[in-house]
Structures are given as structure tokens and as C-alpha cells.
């Protein structure tokens, strides 16, 4: 199993619609969680932070199930300006490195 | 505060040539990384640094090498660059808000886009 596991997609949602993907990791010892998004040939960016059960920033929500191992990302009335990859970011215990996933394509189509 | 800068943004090298890539940070962070980014495989990392004089290897180290002299500057060399190596360069580095703890959030530079014919 891969250390950190994105479906790539390409998710293509009308705008306004809700949208969600997951992401799911192997190390069980992590404790933070991290959603960057990256615009066509630019660096990643933070978006989200993860530290306990979830997180939410306006449309944006991340929920952790610890249980499950997974971390999902959910943006709701999507917008136009959401078109993106999404990378899901975990760190490995002691939080000395951060693996990504391949992260997933969101077009959001007018 | 220009944060993460990378230099050059852009590189062609003949297979066989060297080069160094150089990421500088402004932020006093005490932890600093090196990513390359390909088509259908994410980010991976090369090399990472957990403060001024070590070095780590990440999960594709070989063909480069490192070096962290000073806190706020992460050199990446190619010794000898091959094709394979033709890829988008990301440093990145992080804040240890504690003494000993790091949350792990990272700060990229714009990246380094190297091609090796």
C-alpha cells in the first residue's frame, strides 16, 4: 500500500455543485494532516490544516477518520476559481518529512 | 519578505553536465526540502534537511546530493544529469513553532523547471 493514496481523477463538477475527495495514508502514527492546492505550473500552497477530527474555512471542509485512514476534502458551491489540484499532504511520525499523494484534478465547468 | 526563492527558475543541461540548484528562505525555518514533481506522480522527495549542516535522503535521492552550510540556504546538485532527471524543482521549508516540533506545514518556493537532453 502507498504511503499516501489520491484518486487523480479529473473530477469535472458544474459550478455551484459540492464536490469531495478523499485521501487515504498508511502510516497510523501520523497526527497532522495537510490539503495544498497547486494551480497549473505554480508552487503548491496550503489550503487546509488537519489536526483533530476536521477542519472548515468558509466552503471548505477537511474531515479526518483516524479509524478508516483517511482524510476528505469537501467544497461546497463550488466556483470557478476552485479549478485546481488538490495534493494531500501526511507526515511521517515526529513530522521530520511530508509525503504527497499524486493529488487530484478539480476542473469546475461554468 | 520574499519567503522561499529559488534559483534559476529555468535550466537546459546536456546530459552529463552539472549544476546546482539553489533554494534560500527568509523565514528562520529550521527545516528544509527538496521535491521533484512529474506528470501522474505527485510530489516526491529527494532530500531534506532538519537544520544548518545535515542532510537526509528522501525517497529518490540518487543522482543528487545536498548541502545545508547555512540555515537559510538548501543546495541541490546534479553531478552528472540525465535525461531522467528532467523534472519541476520545488524547495520547500517549515516552521518549528516549538522547541522540538514541527507541525509539518510547508512553505514552497515557484519551483525550477530543468530539462536534461
Known amino acids: 500500500r502507498k504511503e499516501v493514496e489520491q484518486d487523480p481523477g479529473p473530477f469535472n463538477v458544474p459550478e455551484g455543485a459540492t464536490v469531495a475527495f478523499n485521501c487515504t495514508y498508511s502510516?497510523?502514527?501520523?497526527?497532522?494532516f495537510f490539503w495544498y492546492r497547486q494551480d497549473c505550473r505554480k508552487e503548491p500552497k496550503l489550503l487546509m490544516s488537519v489536526y483533530s477530527s476536521g477542519n472548515e474555512d468558509g466552503r471548505f471542509t477537511a474531515q479526518l477518520n483516524r479509524a478508516s485512514q483517511y482524510i476528505s476534502l469537501l467544497i461546497r458551491d463550488s466556483k470557478l476559481s476552485d479549478s485546481a489540484t488538490y495534493l494531500c499532504g501526511v507526515p511521517n511520525f515526529g513530522n521530520e518529512k511530508l509525503t504527497f499523494g499524486t493529488g487530484t484534478r478539480l476542473t469546475i465547468i461554468p | 519578505n520574499a519567503g522561499v526563492t529559488q534559483t534559476p527558475k529555468f535550466r537546459v543541461l546536456k546530459t552529463g553536465q552539472s549544476m546546482t540548484l539553489l533554494c534560500a528562505q527568509d523565514m528562520n525555518h529550521e527545516y528544509m526540502y527538496w521535491y521533484r514533481q512529474d506528470p501522474g506522480m505527485g510530489l516526491r522527495l529527494i532530500h531534506y534537511s532538519v537544520g544548518e549542516g545535515t542532510t537526509a535522503k528522501g525517497e529518490v535521492p540518487d543522482g543528487y546530493n545536498v548541502s545545508r552550510l547555512k540555515k537559510q540556504n538548501f543546495l541541490l546538485g546534479l553531478e552528472s544529469a540525465a535525461p531522467s532527471q528532467t523534472s519541476v524543482y520545488f524547495c520547500?521549508?517549515?516552521?518549528?513553532?516549538?522547541?522540538?516540533?514541527?507541525?509539518?506545514?510547508?512553505?514552497f518556493g515557484e519551483g525550477s523547471r530543468l530539462t536534461v537532453l
Open positions: 520547500a521549508s517549515s516552521y518549528d513553532e516549538r522547541r522540538d516540533f514541527n507541525t509539518g506545514e510547508l512553505f
Open positions: 502510516n497510523s502514527a501520523s497526527q497532522s
